[in-house]
């Protein structure tokens, strides 16, 4: 793993685009994972205007939502579908078929994880994902104590999320448990970016990098990435040591 560091949002922002932008170049049949919140927002939009710009040919990628709330109608503007609906899709022109979002409405949670695991196999794993960090150390919905091997599961949510969680809705919503791409997929990427923006996660930085490796704070994991990258703005990195 390396921790690279930027002046601002803004900066790291268009690293990660740029970054996500040269390996659809380079490979063309790219698999993308990428979060939605508010870390990636700025990546996304960044994404979507230099693909545009260099008419780079995205007609072969396949692209992967990392988490969903369970429950929550992909018309619900605090989904995750909502997000990469508006952000990704509508102005990339993406069709359905080239991507594919874990449906938190199914009725058999357990068969729709079971879906997703076989077509990112399907596909040969995922090539390049782009993650954020929770204020728990979570990454998507995999909570303190999720084993770093789980692949796709249903996910009970720490109350720290639930909480966090509240920012993406504009009314109280009821949050239990999410649906979520795990840490065993993200071990098998080929090259995976945490980043993280703002004075707010610079102490779940600091344990992300500096800490011990354990299930109870699951981004420590990036540490045994060997191609994982921590991509952090100046306050982020602010108490770090090294
Ligand atoms: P954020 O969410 O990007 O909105 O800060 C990060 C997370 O909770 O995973």
């Given at each position: 793993m390396k921790t690279l560091?930027?002046?601002?949002?803004?900066?790291?922002?268009?690293?990660?685009?740029?970054?996500?932008?040269?390996?659809?170049?380079?490979?063309?049949?790219?698999?993308?994972?990428?979060a939605?919140?508010?870390?990636?927002?700025?990546?996304?939009?960044?994404?979507?205007?230099?693909?545009?710009?260099?008419?780079?040919?995205?007609?072969?990628?396949?692209?992967?939502?990392?988490?969903?709330?369970?429950?929550?109608?992909?018309?619900?503007?605090?989904?995750?579908?909502?997000?990469?609906?508006?952000?990704?899709?509508?102005?990339?022109?993406?069709?359905?078929?080239?991507?594919?979002?874990?449906?938190?409405?199914?009725?058999?949670?357990?068969?729709?994880?079971?879906?997703?695991?076989?077509?990112?196999?399907?596909?040969?794993?995922?090539?390049?994902m782009l993650v954020g960090i929770g204020?728990?150390g979570h990454i998507g919905?995999n909570?303190?104590?999720?084993?770093f091997?789980?692949?796709?599961?249903?996910?009970?949510?720490?109350?720290?999320?639930?909480?966090?969680?509240?920012?993406?809705?504009?009314?109280?919503?009821?949050?239990?448990?999410?649906?979520?791409?795990?840490l065993?997929?993200l071990m098998?990427a080929?090259k995976v970016f945490l980043k993280a923006?703002?004075?707010?996660k610079?102490?779940v930085i600091q344990k992300t990098v500096e800490g011990d490796i354990t299930e109870?704070f699951p981004a420590s994991i990036m540490q045994q990435h060997a191609n994982g990258f921590v991509i952090v703005?100046?306050?982020a990195?602010?108490?770090l040591?090294?």
């Amino acid at each position: 793993m390396k921790t690279l560091r930027f002046s601002n949002y803004e900066e790291l922002s268009a690293y990660a685009a740029n970054e996500i932008v040269q390996s659809i170049k380079e490979k063309p049949t790219l698999t993308l994972c990428l979060a939605s919140g508010h870390t990636p927002l700025r990546t996304a939009e960044l994404l979507v205007k230099q693909l545009l710009d260099e008419k780079v040919d995205y007609s072969r990628i396949s692209f992967f939502g990392l988490d969903e709330w369970v429950g929550l109608p992909p018309e619900n503007e605090g989904s995750c579908f909502y997000f990469f609906k508006t952000k990704l899709f509508e102005p990339l022109q993406l069709p359905p078929s080239q991507y594919h979002l874990l449906n938190a409405m199914a009725e058999d949670l357990d068969a729709e994880c079971k879906k997703m695991d076989a077509l990112i196999d399907d596909k040969g794993g995922i090539d390049v994902m782009l993650v954020g960090i929770g204020m728990n150390g979570h990454i998507g919905f995999n909570e303190p104590g999720t084993p770093f091997n789980k692949f796709c599961h249903i996910a009970e949510l720490d109350d720290t999320t639930k909480t966090v969680g509240q920012k993406y809705f504009k009314e109280q919503t009821a949050l239990h448990q999410g649906i979520t791409i795990g840490l065993g997929h993200l071990m098998n990427a080929k090259k995976v970016f945490l980043k993280a923006d703002g004075k707010r996660k610079a102490e779940v930085i600091q344990k992300t990098v500096e800490g011990d490796i354990t299930e109870s704070f699951p981004a420590s994991i990036m540490q045994q990435h060997a191609n994982g990258f921590v991509i952090v703005d100046e306050e982020a990195a602010s108490l770090l040591t090294k």
